[in-house]
T-cell receptor, first 113, second 112 residues
Framework: NAGVTQTPKFRILKIGQSMTLQCAQD?????MYWYRQDPGMGLKLIYY???????DKGEVPNGYNVSRSTTEDFPLRLELAAPSQTSVYFC????????????FGEGSWLTVV | GIQVEQSPPDLILQEGANSTLRCNFS?????LQWFHQNPWGQLINLFY???GTKQNGRLSATTVATERYSLLYISSSQTTDSGVYFC??????????????FGQGTILTVHP
């Protein structure tokens, strides 16, 4: 049982490039989330999903896309990377959507130059 | 949307000291969670505490939902307590699906 696995852990992108951050969970959780954490700040919700085939925007969705074709995977796509997207990205999952059952991945550090 | 404010923003302690961290929120919440982010960036669940008081070893937390605040107490602090402490809430008003709104955190540094 690996929990929530994010790849890559570190990545440097050039402005205008695209990439996908991968997130996988092996706990059969319905709810999955992507957050970003800027330096010195709390996390902000980018997108979330309540089950396979269902996604919705969070607080800061601009510049990102997601898909949820399976229960296990919730990739985050960055199109046309911008310096403002330099951040640490956290994926999380939960079986019920309750805070006491949320599990976070270890984070992906992304720098756009 | 709901606003979450944490205080103090920074806290420096000597090992063995006690501290209180505060979280104020602007509206009713379904749920509230305290997290510790260690120096490696890992987020660790401390307390799920939408109301009432809970204790876990040297840490305890109290949420007074009617007055919209929560407190995290750390007693006999240790250097391993260093890191950032976040309060996060799941706003009330319908189904929120566990979407979290985080405060900006309190940076705690414990010196030996």
């Amino acid at each position: 049982n690996a929990g929530v696995t994010q790849t890559p852990k570190f990545r440097i992108l050039k402005i205008g490039q695209s990439m996908t951050l991968q997130c996988a969970q092996d706990m059969n959780h319905n709810y999955m989330y992507w957050y970003r954490q800027d330096p010195g700040m709390g996390l902000k919700l980018i997108y979330y999903s309540v089950g396979a085939g269902i996604t919705d925007k969070g607080e800061v969705p601009n510049g990102y896309n997601v898909s949820r074709s399976t229960t296990e995977d919730f990739p985050l796509r960055l199109e046309l990377a911008a310096p403002s997207q330099t951040s640490v990205y956290f994926c999380a999952s939960s079986p019920t959507g309750l805070l006491n059952t949320i599990y976070f991945g270890e984070g992906s550090w992304l720098t756009v130059v | 949307g709901i606003q979450v404010e944490q205080s103090p923003p920074d806290l420096i302690l000597q090992e063995g000291a006690n501290s209180t961290l505060r979280c104020n929120f602007s509206d009713s919440v379904n749920n509230l969670q305290w997290f510790h982010q260690n120096p490696w960036g890992q987020l660790i669940n401390l307390f799920y505490i939408p109301s009432g008081t809970k204790q876990n070893g040297r840490l305890s937390a109290t949420t007074v939902a009617t007055e919209r605040y929560s407190l995290l107490y750390i007693s006999s602090s240790q250097t391993t307590d260093s890191g950032v402490y976040f309060c996060a809430v799941d706003g009330a008003g319908g189904t929120s699906y566990g979407k979290l709104t985080f405060g900006q955190g309190t940076i705690l540094t414990v010196h030996p």
